[in-house]
């Protein structure tokens, strides 16, 4: 039995949201996990949603000055689905700024890591993480572009499933790269990815890249380790992921490697293909339209949309900078076309494997860093620690993270990754191995008692 069905099973009068939000409230102070909570949630199952996607009438930042008091007049369509099925909206959750990070330092408030506020929770989707981390009946609505939903999972020790590319619709998400943005789905358990996904999927009229395909469940037992990333990570991530593929090939899977030389490739491929979209949209944001607003229209042209535009946190204003230079005329042939073909390549490559089984990496290759650690590391340190969530992301390929493991108190996460559309199978994979695997919560608030 899912969380959902389980929930919904229970008798709950207002009294338990009230105090839902209550204590919630009093966590949210320390772990910062939500920018707003719903105060009049009274009835339905619980969901969050990360701070990009439009609720109408709730503000919606993106955690960016830049957006602070816009409201939006409409649903994202995501939203507008589970309203209608009657889940009911819990409240916006933290983020990197426009989604820009990969621990969730690029923010106004950092999400904390709920198993020790010294931590990291992760990014870009921080706040979904832990959301779904403390609420015992809860699913979080989140997003990636080149990782932001496996890696807050991992860190936080949930379950982070980001579908194929096109099948869960867009409309209603403040875009960062719109060629590889996905809404996916956070929940403590896979059992309760599959009916939220099946809500939100599907094509929409509002965004021409969705489809309406079928979704399959062809299972694989061969799990495919490609060298080249396992040897990115960690000396003590690698051990602990070495006892993860015995514990799978005792489960009856088999375990390859390959080698896929190109994949080094795929870390300046992505960025530099997401830098320049993400300059792109951020091209919209001038003072007078969305969120912030600049009142003086006295001031020069430059003046004005210097003013306006300073309110950009470092890493926007670094990637609006990047991303205008890859993209403009006398350099996009040498930067911009030339990622654009090493993506093709690499899909080509990584499909070809995908026939065979499922791709299987840790999330990370680094474990849990600290809050302080991580504020020193350098941009480029930064982006290097996507390189293990950066292909399935790049190619749209549907890939599921989940904790396999604690080291230190903190959880370790793992992903497998499918061919497009075969979305089922890989949810499937972690059903089975939660059979196997027992998760650790410090936080149940909302446990019905």
């Not at 979209?277 to 007078?288: I, P």
Request: proline share 4%; glycine share 8%.
């Amino acid at each position: 039995m899912s969380s959902i069905e389980e929930f919904a099973s229970m008798e709950k009068g207002r009294e338990y949201y009230q105090k839902l939000v209550e204590e919630l409230e009093r966590l949210n102070e320390r772990v910062h996990a939500f920018n707003n909570i719903n105060h009049g949630i009274s009835s339905g199952f619980p969901f969050s949603a990360k701070d990009n996607l439009c609720v109408k009438g709730v503000e919606t930042t993106a955690s960016s000055k830049v957006l602070s008091g816009y409201m939006p007049p409409y649903n994202a369509t995501v939203i507008k689905r589970l309203f209608s099925k009657g889940f009911s909206f819990l409240g916006k959750t933290n983020m990197d700024e426009f989604g820009f990070g990969s621990f969730g330092i690029n923010a106004p408030e950092i999400a904390r890591n709920p198993f020790d506020e010294r931590y990291v929770a992760g990014g870009s989707s921080s706040g979904a993480a832990v959301a779904t981390s403390i609420l015992k009946y809860h699913v979080a609505i989140a997003e990636s572009t080149g990782g932001s939903i496996a890696t807050p999972a991992s860190f936080c020790g949930v379950v982070g499933f980001t579908p194929t590319y096109g099948t869960v619709s867009r409309y209603g998400l403040i875009d960062y790269s719109n060629s590889m943005d996905k809404i996916g789905v956070m929940a403590r358990v896979a059992k309760d990815i599959k009916p939220i996904f099946d809500l939100i999927r599907g094509a929409d009229g509002y965004d021409s890249t969705t489809t309406n395909s079928p979704i399959t469940s062809i299972n694989k037992k061969r799990l495919i380790v490609i060298d080249q990333l396992i040897g990115l990570v960690d000396q003590r991530i690698r051990s602990l992921f070495e006892k993860l593929l015995d514990k799978l090939n005792s489960m009856g899977y088999s375990i390859e490697h390959r080698s896929l030389d190109m994949i080094d490739a795929s870390i300046a491929s992505y960025y530099i293909i997401a830098m320049a979209e993400a300059s792109t949209n951020l091209a919209r944001y001038t003072g007078f339209k969305y969120g912030l607003k600049v009142e003086n229209f006295e001031k020069g042209y430059n003046e004005f949309f210097t003013d306006a535009r300073s309110a950009f946190g470092e890493e926007a204003k670094r990637r609006i900078l990047l991303g205008t230079f890859v993209r403009s005329a006398n350099v996009r042939d040498k930067y911009y076309f030339k990622a654009l073909k090493v993506k093709d390549l690499l899909f080509n490559k990584l499909n070809e494997i995908l026939k065979e089984g499922f791709i299987i990496m840790p999330v990370m290759p680094i474990p849990t860093p600290r809050i302080d650690d991580a504020r020193k590391l350098t941009p480029l340190q930064v982006y290097k620690m996507d390189a293990l969530t950066i292909p399935p992301n790049l190619c749209g390929f549907p890939h599921i993270s989940f904790p396999y493991g604690y080291d230190n108190g903190l959880p370790v996460g793992a992903q497998v990754i499918t061919s497009k559309f075969n979305d089922y199978s890989i949810i499937n994979f972690v059903e089975e191995w939660e059979e196997n695997f027992e998760y650790k919560f410090k936080y149940n608030i909302g446990e019905v008692r």
